[in-house]
């Protein structure tokens, strides 16, 4: 049982490249979300999906994409990197509230990406 | 507007004490309360969570304690040990409903260092 797992665990990219982050988790979870925390911020939601082909916007979501193609898959894409896009990028996946669950996230590795 | 905050952006505690970690947040809409815990280069851990319903939840060293009145949480290890030293994360939820569906939506504080000396 991984939990959450992230690839990349870095990666440097100039700035106009473009780039996927892939999240994958074995928990059977309906809630995936991708965060970014920088210094002293704590993490902010980017975007996250409540089910297998559906998504939506978190709090800063300009300059992201994403897709959830397979339950157990959440990627995270950078279509024209710039320099303010320079974070660590986490993952995170929960049951559904309305199932009777809790609102606990997992949480991956992160992803260390440098956009220069 | 920042609805969970931290305002203690480090803490220091000899080992064997306890240390107390703070949160405040704003938001009367939150029912549910997170602690995480993070090392460095390690994604954040799930430390212990306390429902709005209540107003203590131990578990071992940890403590959750909420008072709702004050809006204001607190996070109590002891004793405190070398190996708590990371960074702590606390995180409230509410329902949040977008398009049709809903899910527990976090707002993390900013987080407080933790540094126990042996």
């Known amino acids: 049982n991984a939990g959450v797992t992230q690839t990349p665990k870095f990666r440097v990219l100039k700035t106009g490249q473009s780039m996927t982050l892939l999240c994958a988790q074995d928990?059977?979870?309906?809630?995936m979300y991708w965060y970014r925390q920088d210094p002293g911020m704590g993490l902010r939601l980017i975007h996250y999906?409540?089910?297998?082909?559906?998504?939506a916007k978190g709090e800063v979501p300009d300059g992201y994409n994403v897709s959830r193609l397979k339950k157990q898959n959440f990627l995270l894409g950078l279509e024209s990197a710039a320099p303010s896009q320079t974070s660590v990028y986490f993952c995170a996946s929960s049951y559904s509230r309305l199932a009777g669950k809790s609102d606990t996230q997992y949480f991956g590795p992160g992803t260390r990406l440098t956009v220069l | 507007d920042q609805q969970v905050k931290q305002n203690s952006p480090s803490l220091s505690v000899q080992e064997g004490r306890i240390s107390i970690l703070n949160c405040d947040y704003t938001n009367s809409m939150f029912d549910y309360f997170l602690w995480y815990k993070k090392y460095p280069a390690e994604g954040p851990t799930f430390l212990i969570s306390i429902s709005s319903i209540k107003d203590k939840n131990e578990d071992g060293r940890f403590t959750v304690f909420l008072n709702k009145s004050a809006k204001h949480l607190s996070l109590h290890i002891v004793p405190s040990q070398p190996g708590d030293s990371a960074v702590y994360f606390c995180?409230?939820?509410?329902?949040?409903?977008?398009?049709?569906?809903?899910?527990?939506?976090?707002?993390f504080g900013q987080g407080t260092i933790l540094t126990v000396h042996p």
């Open positions: 999906s409540v089910g297998e082909g559906t998504t």
């Open positions: 995180a409230a939820s509410e329902v949040s409903w977008r398009g049709g569906t809903s899910y527990g939506k976090l707002t």
């Open positions: 928990m059977n979870h309906e809630y």
